[in-house]
């Protein structure tokens, strides 16, 4: 890392972490429900935390995804929202907002980031075609699967090493982009790159990486795609990390990287900082007219897409306000000091901390569990009934895939669990509390058995699969 004082430099300058750039408005009341009933409900859940009852999770880390706390200013843009059937005022400012962010001629608004997903694929892919991107989001992965197209994961070598220091572990490897293109040629429809690379351990890309993947794409004529949720901490990395970056402002490095694609999806549930929302914006006239016209059958009318007025306004004003660096700042240093509670008590992750998450090494915490069994899974699992913290595997239950080639089931290079952290949510004396629960469930060790899939759904199995502890005994062995 640039190298060594990038991280002293991410500290506040007096030498302090950095206060909350806001106060408490409005609080949500949140209970730990005792041990036994836990128990309880993560068999009744069986062993699968999305079947958990929001209301029994004491602190939930499942996703970063619509979890945002709203700001006062988001609120009050959603009790004006507009809500017109067509050109209301609300759509107006989404529109404007993600024009000049962006620089994209063309807005699509949807109501998530999958549908922003299958719009653009519904338009652009086949079963031919292979989709090369640094690591697909697993909706996207899935998106890109049901068109019956091939999704390649081309991350650099350094972002598949759990332990590696480097600044930019979410840059897209040149060498494997060439191989790609040498390989399947015209059966290349377009590139991706995910900002920040969130299965990827939430890594940002560089610059100088998006610019260089540009090249590329140009010299083979195929159009360059961001899946940029989270574009806005992408581009505090790149302020940090990234030679002659530091004078820049957020919005004009995300300017620069947006300018080197053709066009972007975003989940506006990530750095939009709202509940619910996304849009694909692009250059393309004709593709923006085929995407309109599937809008309408799938989304709705194209200035709301899916979402009420008052939506489009949270997302505008949301998107303003995470273009703030001192917000910025602090969300990402509160990752990155719960990154540090936990070298305290020596639990492994991927380094560095994310932008938005912590990736605990469950392979690493867990040699006794093979891929096969879940440890990951285990882990999450184990957390929940250990502490009351909902956490997400991300490893083999999410990611296991055929093979494009032989067919063979590939598990993926790691097997993390992900402590998502929601924006403005939650405090420091809270993730305290994650961190030392974390460590206390590395301490159960080879207690701890895998799980078993007793049932599975058709795709992204690991929202609905049911499991079982291997052994069919107890998940925590006394
Ligand atoms: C969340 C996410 C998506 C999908 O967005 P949804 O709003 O959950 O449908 C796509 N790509 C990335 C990188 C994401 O983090």
């Not at 079963?127 to 998106?143: G, K, L, Q």
């Not at 975003?266 to 309109?292: H, P, Q, R, T, Y």
């Not at 001192?326 to 509160?334: C, K, V």
Request: hydrophobic share 40%.
């Amino acid at each position: 890392m640039d190298r060594e004082s990038t991280r002293a430099e991410e500290l506040d300058r007096d030498g302090d972490l950095p206060f909350e750039p806001y106060r408490v408005k409005v609080v949500e009341r949140i209970h730990r429900v005792p041990r036994q009933q836990r128990r309880r409900l993560l068999a009744e859940a069986e062993y699968n935390v999305f079947k958990i009852p929001s209301s029994a999770i004491y602190i939930d880390l499942l996703t970063d995804s619509g979890t945002s706390a709203m700001s006062d200013r988001q609120w009050a843009a959603m009790m004006t929202g507009d809500e017109a059937y067509a050109q209301s005022r609300s759509w107006d400012d989404f529109e404007r907002t993600i024009r000049e962010i962006t620089g994209y001629r063309h807005v699509i608004p949807c109501h998530q980031g999958r549908a922003a997903e299958n719009l653009l694929f519904g338009t652009l892919l086949d079963e031919t075609h292979v989709v090369p991107n640094n690591i697909h989001f697993d909706t996207t992965r899935a998106n890109v699967e049901f068109r019956g197209a091939v999704a390649l994961d081309c991350v650099c070598d350094e972002g598949l090493d759990p332990d590696l220091e480097a600044p930019f572990k979410g840059d897209m490897s040149l060498v494997k982009l060439e191989q790609a293109f040498e390989k399947y040629g015209q059966r290349i429809p377009l590139v991706m790159l995910t900002i920040t690379n969130n299965s990827g351990g939430g890594q940002p890309v560089s610059l100088a990486n998006v610019r260089a993947v540009r090249e590329v794409c140009l010299a083979r004529g195929v159009p360059l795609y961001l899946d940029c949720a989270r574009f806005a901490e992408n581009a505090w990395f790149i302020k940090r990390r990234e030679d002659g970056q530091r004078d820049r402002s957020i919005a004009e490095i995300a300017r620069e990287f947006f300018g080197y694609a053709d066009g972007c999806t975003m989940s506006a549930k990530k750095d939009a900082l709202v509940n619910i929302g996304g849009f694909v914006a692009l250059n393309d006239e004709k593709i923006a007219e085929c995407l309109a016209a599937r809008l309408i059958i799938q989304e709705g009318f194209p200035t709301y897409g899916g979402l009420a007025g008052r939506d489009l306004a949270a997302v505008a004003e949301g998107l303003r306000e995470v273009l703030d660096e001192e917000y910025l700042t602090h969300r990402i240093e509160q990752v990155a000091r719960l990154g540090a509670r936990l070298d305290e008590h020596g639990v492994p992750y991927l380094r560095p901390a994310g932008g938005h998450a912590i990736y605990l090494d469950a392979k690493r915490m867990l040699p006794h569990i093979p891929p096969n069994l879940f440890p990951g899974v285990s882990f999450a699992a184990a957390l929940y009934l250990e502490a009351g913290i909902r956490a997400c595997e991300i490893g083999s239950l999410m990611f296991e895939h055929a093979d494009p080639d032989t067919g063979e089931t590939v598990a993926p290079e790691m097997e993390l669990v992900r402590l998502a952290i929601p924006r403005r949510v939650y405090s420091h004396t809270q993730l305290d509390y994650v961190a030392d629960s974390c460590a206390r469930v590395r301490d159960l060790g080879e207690r701890l058995q895998g799980l078993e899939i007793v049932w599975q759904p058709m795709a992204l199995r690991h929202f609905l699969c049911r499991l079982a502890p291997h052994g069919g005994g107890e998940l925590i062995e006394p």
